[in-house]
């Protein structure tokens, strides 16, 4: 996809700090780091989220995810490792081609991803249920 800025840097045409690639995925570092090391990691063929990418592939671009976590490990020191991947807008997408972040973390850096809730009487047991039912089907 032209216009895609992950298509482009898979196809080598814009720039991007390569780290690691294989016959279909790529691992680069992320011009807007949480902290130095981050990297995305991305199928060369463009599919938008999670869901679109064959079983295959994500399983392609985990074995290579854990790569990178171990080499910011064992060079940039991480004393932890996240990784996250945002689907859609809601989810905080901003660039519409799947995408791994491998995120180099430290004690006291002051990263705090969620806040935490808890369920309400008996919603725990009610939403368990209608995920299980939906599950059931797919």
Sequence with gaps: MSSC????IAAGQAKAEWLLETERVLA?????????????V????????????PDDLWLEMGQVSRKIGLALR???????INLG???????????????????PRYNDDGLHLFPQGSYQGQDLASVGRQLREVLADL
């Design 5 to 8: 800025i992950f298509c482009q």
């Design 28 to 40: 680069f570092l992320d011009i807007a780091p949480v902290h130095y090391g981050h990297t995305l």
């Design 42 to 53: 991305i199928p060369k063929q463009h599919f938008e989220t999670f869901f679109d990418l």
């Design 74 to 80: 064992r060079k940039l020191y991480a004393q932890g």
């Design 85 to 103: 991947m945002n689907n859609f807008p809601a989810a905080g997408q901003v660039v519409f081609h799947a995408h791994l972040h491998v995120i």
